[in-house]
């Protein structure tokens, strides 16, 4: 069964500590996705790539930086965590140029930061 | 300005009903458009994707329809069950876009027995 792991179900972070948030896909795909989830706001785009080393912002980069060192992992970094930063956050990877695939979703991470 | 709206107001039917949940959009040429199921707590999963020379996809009890010149999709699930009941969410894809999905804030179905 093909997936998208994300590494935290929950995490609870302090006030400006640095978090990394991992994600892994075994699916091969190219793009990986950064989203997080707010009520109210919907999924808002935080990074995306679409091949290693590559990354492009996406809609609310700011606080956020990410890494892809292999094509399977796409890491996510609150650099200073601040609390508007709780949020629950949502990995997702795609096959370039199947986009009858749809995008294939982790379980989610709830941060919460204190 | 560019949007893309779902009903926000649950929508409660009785199961063996048909539900039909409405996906509008405003200044986009979209592509395709997908629909997603999102069960609370959880990630979103991928249901259907509709191009936009399709007027209608099936896939089991799902269909959605893609009406280009009202700028709408429907969504619809025949003989609703229980286990139906999720948010579900639609997304376009718009070339001009930077390839990004553009998502709707998606419409909660209850089926209730």
């Known amino acids: 069964d093909v997936k998208v792991t994300q590494s935290s179900r929950y995490l609870v972070k302090r006030t400006g500590e640095k978090v990394f948030l991992e994600c892994v896909q075994d699916?091969?795909?190219?793009?990986m996705f950064w989203y997080r989830q707010d009520p109210g706001l919907g999924l808002r785009l935080i990074y995306f790539?679409?091949?290693?080393?590559?990354?492009e912002k996406g809609d609310i980069p700011e606080g956020y930086s990410v890494s892809r060192e292999k094509k399977e992992r796409f890491s996510l970094i609150l650099e200073s965590a601040s609390t508007n930063q709780t949020s629950m956050y949502l990995c997702?990877?795609?096959?370039?140029?199947?986009?009858?695939?749809?995008?294939?979703f982790g379980s989610g991470t709830r941060l919460t930061v204190v | 300005s560019q949007k893309i709206e779902q009903n926000s107001e649950a929508l409660n039917i009785q199961e063996g009903k048909t539900a039909t949940l409405t996906c509008n959009y405003t200044?986009?040429?979209?592509?395709?458009l997908q629909w997603y199921r999102q069960d609370p707590g959880r990630g979103p999963v991928f249901l259907l994707l509709?191009?936009?020379n399709e007027k209608e996809k099936r896939k089991e009890r799902l269909k959605v329809t893609f009406d280009t010149t009202l700028k709408q999709s429907l969504f619809h699930i025949t003989a609703s069950q229980p286990a139906d009941s999720a948010t579900y969410l639609c997304?376009?894809?718009?070339?001009?876009?930077?390839?990004?999905?553009?998502w709707g804030l998606g419409t909660s179905l209850a089926v209730n027995p």
């Open positions: 997304a376009l894809y718009n070339a001009g876009n930077n390839r990004k999905l553009i």
């Open positions: 200044n986009y040429s979209p592509a395709y």
């Open positions: 509709i191009r936009e």
């Open positions: 699916m091969d795909h190219e793009n």
């Open positions: 790539s679409y091949d290693v080393k590559m990354k």
């Open positions: 997702a990877s795609s096959p370039f140029g199947r986009e009858s695939y749809g995008y294939t």
